[in-house]
């Protein structure tokens, strides 16, 4: 009931003032998001006619929990709020307590500031104090972007310390308006980076004009809504930045696993899609054209996506990730990036359907180029030759059938080359235990050949087979993974 009140009084609200209305702010507004206020900062670094541009990211102390309640009272009268919507607000602000039992104890606190946290009101309150940010002056080369209780400052100027005086003095107007909502700025969590013009870190400004304010020492990079931002765009901090965050998710998992038990490969590829991905592909359309370009984040990206790709194969540690993306039928992570990016575009209107599955089928041939190119995998390369087609084709993988995707798995003569047998040679005594020797020519799995065999021909394909026709239908394929798992459980030499 408290929740559908605090609706109905957040669109008395919005009809009775232009709360939605303010530029500057991002967060909790519709058609707005961290993207958008990211992408407004850039826009207007990019317009600007200074030489040089700094960005100041500020950090507010408890910004929701310690906001004033009567200069938010009187933000509401000036935004042109009812007396009715006001004294509403007003009784619900009031009597408010929180509680706390240690050891049979009670110990309870009035409340008598702060946005309700957990409430529907809660942002709205929060909008109408950030509201008056907007009366700060600001010259043509200054610009502040809001989300939330985020807040980016850009000053531009020919000279750095010009750039640096005028921040100062930004700086003592938003001190000004914190104090006015009984807020404090934390200086110490506050960054600066320069945007533009090159200037190396090493220099301090001061959190204010006065002698006695603290100084931000600045960064090479600073951290705004998620998004590691550096002068040149590269993103290369963000790259390894995700790095760290996602590496161990999937080794947690991996050892509550097995070859044939524990977490399943549906599984591992739900994870992959619903929590994995959204994690690392966050604000692709921000740095997607940058770090996906750099051979080192095209790299790292790829060990990030190792780990993912082994859960949902099954494979070897041995087989290598360009395989392992073709097996799974995924693409490599930094091209996967850039088709979120391009998603997000298409959504946003900024590229039609066309061009987003142009752009698909661009990103496609690029995996394809690069698949054949790495001198790897040559087995697999034969058994799933068109990544296109391997994606177009649902398959139900297993730790049998991925050995003979791969090469990678119970053949002496890889595990020979990896030392781990005496010898190579098959126990049938006809050279080399390979995977092409098990699947065309071992006597040993000759019973399980020619039932491959009749489905290959039932489907329009000779013997022996050309590249792909394994995974040339579905038939044939459920085919090739029932003679996996009888030639590799069936043998009297393991």
């Not at 929740?3 to 707005?32: C, M, W």
């Not at 994690?279 to 790292?300: F, P, S």
């Not at 996967?336 to 496609?364: D, H, P």
């Not at 050949?449 to 087979?465: A, Y």
Request: glycine share 8%; aromatic share 8%; with cysteine.
């Amino acid at each position: 009931m408290a929740k559908a009140l605090e609706t109905l009084i957040i669109q008395d609200l919005e009809n009775e003032t232009d709360l939605n209305s303010y530029n500057q702010q991002h967060g909790f507004v519709p058609g707005r998001s961290t993207i958008t206020a990211i992408k407004s900062l850039y826009d207007w670094v990019k317009g600007s006619n200074g030489r040089h541009v700094f960005g100041v990211f500020l950090d507010i102390t408890g910004a929701f929990d310690n906001v004033g309640w009567c200069p938010l009272l009187s933000r509401l009268d000036a935004l042109g709020a009812s007396l009715r919507t006001t004294r509403l607000i007003q009784n619900y602000l009031g009597n408010r307590s929180a509680s706390l039992e240690i050891e049979g104890k009670r110990y309870t606190r009035t409340i008598e500031r702060g946005c309700p946290q957990g409430s529907q009101l809660g942002p709205t309150l929060w909008k109408v104090a950030m509201t008056d940010i907007s009366n700060i002056r600001l010259e043509g080369t200054a610009n502040i972007v809001l989300y939330a209780d985020d807040i980016a400052l850009t000053v531009a100027a020919a000279r750095p310390h010009t750039a640096h005086s005028r921040i100062e003095k930004y700086l003592d107007s938003l001190k000004a308006w914190a104090k006015a909502y009984e807020l404090e700025f934390s200086p110490a969590k506050s960054q600066i980076i320069s945007l533009k013009g090159g200037l190396k870190p090493g220099y301090t400004v001061g959190f204010g004009s006065g002698e006695n304010d603290p100084r931000i020492v600045a960064e090479a990079t600073a951290k705004y809504l998620g998004v590691i931002l550096d002068p040149r765009e590269s993103y290369w901090d963000h790259v390894s930045s995700l790095k760290n965050k996602s590496e161990d998710m999937y080794k947690r998992l991996r050892r509550m696993t097995s070859a044939n038990w524990g977490m399943g490969r549906a599984t591992a590829k739900v994870i992959y899609e619903a929590v994995f991905l959204p994690r690392i592909t966050y604000a692709a359309e921000i740095w997607a054209e940058g770090g996906c370009t750099l051979k080192k984040g095209i790299k790292v990206l790829g060990s990030m996506q190792r780990e993912p790709l082994k859960a949902i194969t099954s494979s070897y540690n041995t087989a290598s990730t360009n395989c392992l993306s073709a097996v799974a039928g995924v693409l490599p992570l930094d091209l996967e990036v850039r088709r979120v990016a391009q998603k997000c575009k298409m959504r946003a209107g900024e590229i039609t359907n066309e061009q987003y599955e142009q752009g698909l089928r661009s990103l496609t041939e690029e995996w394809q180029a690069r698949y054949e190119a790495v001198d790897k995998g040559e087995w697999t390369k034969f058994m799933i030759p068109d990544v296109a087609a391997r994606c177009g084709l649902p398959l139900e993988l297993d730790h049998y059938t991925t050995q003979f995707l791969t090469g990678h798995g119970d053949f002496r003569s890889k595990l020979y080359s990896f030392k781990l047998q005496n010898n190579p040679n098959c126990a049938c005594g006809n050279g080399a235990e390979t995977v092409r020797h098990v699947l065309m020519t071992c006597t040993r799995t000759q019973r399980f050949r020619e039932e491959l065999m009749t489905t290959l021909r039932s489907e329009g394909v000779d013997w022996p087979p050309e590249k792909g026709a394994f995974l040339s239908t579905r038939k044939t394929f459920k085919a090739l993974k029932k003679f996996s798992k009888n030639s590799l459980q069936n043998r009297t030499d393991r």
